[in-house]
């Protein structure tokens, strides 16, 4: 699995924030791995420079063979938080795709 990274220019600390993300992302679904072929990752700062609440947004974009591409995203207040909640969402997700393929 593949796993690409795209940021805007508010997001700091972009080498250790790719390291997590990488970690996060590959053990959060591992599961579905076979079926994965590239993770698009998208992390952006909502308000700029501006603080509020659950302004950092993750987008997963997961590429998979046969299917057609699945999105989800979260917002949180910090970049961690919004990238596990977008995980979860994908494993839910994927969940529903692969058990429709299967019946």
């Known amino acids: 699995m ?3 990274f795209n940021t805007d220019n508010n997001i700091e600390g972009k080498q250790s924030m790719e390291d ?3 970690t996060t ?3 959060g679904l591992k599961h579905f791995g076979e079926h994965i072929t590239r993770i698009e990752v998208h992390v952006s700062d909502e308000n700029g420079n501006k603080k509020g609440p659950k302004d950092k947004k993750c987008v997963l974009e997961a590429r998979l063979k046969g299917v ?3 999105a989800v995203s979260a917002s949180e207040d910090n970049v961690r ?3 596990v ?3 979860d969402k994908m494993k839910a997700s ?3 795709t692969m ?3 299967k019946s």
Do not use: C, F, H, N
Request: glycine letters at 4%.
């Open 25 to 27: 992302i590959s053990e």
């Open 99 to 101: 058990g429709k393929r």
């Open 94 to 96: 994927l969940t529903t």
């Open 20 to 22: 997590y993300m990488t």
């Open 81 to 83: 938080k919004a990238v």
């Open 2 to 4: 593949d796993i690409q």
């Open 68 to 70: 057609a591409p699945i």
């Open 85 to 87: 909640s977008a995980v």
